[in-house]
T-cell receptor, first 115, second 110 residues
Framework: GAVVSQHPSRVICKSGTSVKIECRSL??????MFWYRQFPKQSLMLMAT?????????EQGVEKDKFLINHASLTLSTLTVTSAHPEDSSFYIC???????????FGPGTRLTVT | AQRVTQPEKLLSVFKGAPVELKCNYS??????LFWYVQYSRQRLQLLLR??SRESIKGFTADLNKGETSFHLKKPFAQEEDSAMYYC????????????FGTGTQLKVEL
């Protein structure tokens, strides 16, 4: 089946720095990818839709200047958390729909800790 | 607005007992409903979708538009069913976008 990878799996950064998280579709192309945020013992909250070759679409309440998304190729989307603060600490998950299917394939997630 | 409600955060059942994980949704259009499962230390994966009307690992779910529900059922719980279950809603105009419920932790006890 289709596989989505994320890198890094976990990252610790200092407050005020920026962190980039990569999401790759390994054996299929994805013109669209989704970025979610998950707080401990809570549900996944959709942050934005990443569109290959065009601007990302952000959900209401998500700061686009803080969470920069770049979808430069059909297999790679990146999420950059700029000027990170402790409240940005969370589990970030990406997903991509399979080709010709409604199923979404999820990455393993990235644990971000901002100190 | 799209909304998915899973009223139970935790459901604990004994092995061999029936399981029902509740899911209600709110959506003005034609909904597409899914159940995703997350086993311990694993990524989220699709369990089943309403349009395929299939049974996966003994689980079934029927879309009831009158009650706006998509409850997940299994007649006899197994220990390996212990996991986090998320109900998700997609819409025809949503471009594969999903709205997730808060999830239900299923614990199957021996």
């Amino acid at each position: 089946g289709a596989v989505v990878s994320q890198h890094p799996s976990r990252v610790i950064c200092k407050s005020g720095t920026s962190v980039k998280i990569e999401c790759r579709s390994l054996d299929f192309q994805a013109t669209t990818m989704f970025w979610y945020r998950q707080f401990p013992k809570q549900s996944l909250m959709l942050m934005a839709t990443s569109n290959e070759g065009s601007k990302a679409t952000y959900e209401q309440g998500v700061e686009k200047d803080k969470f920069l998304i770049n979808h430069a190729s059909l297999t790679l989307s990146t999420l950059t958390v700029t000027s990170a603060h402790p409240e940005d600490s969370s589990f970030y998950i990406c997903s991509a729909p399979g080709q010709g299917t409604v199923e979404q394939y999820f990455g393993p997630g990235t644990r971000l800790t901002v100190t | 607005a799209q909304r998915v409600t899973q009223p139970e955060k935790l459901l604990s059942v004994f092995k061999g007992a029936p399981v029902e994980l509740k899911c209600n949704y709110s959506y003005s259009g034609s909904p597409e409903l899914f159940w995703y499962v997350q086993y311990s230390r694993q990524r989220l994966q699709l369990l089943l979708r309403h349009i395929s009307r299939e049974s996966i690992k003994g689980f079934t779910a029927d879309l009831n538009k009158g009650e706006t529900s998509f409850h997940l059922k299994k007649p006899f719980a197994q220990e390996e069913d212990s996991a986090m279950y998320y109900c998700a809603l997609g819409g025809a105009g949503g471009g594969n976008k999903l709205t997730f419920g808060t999830g239900t932790q299923l614990k199957v006890e021996l």
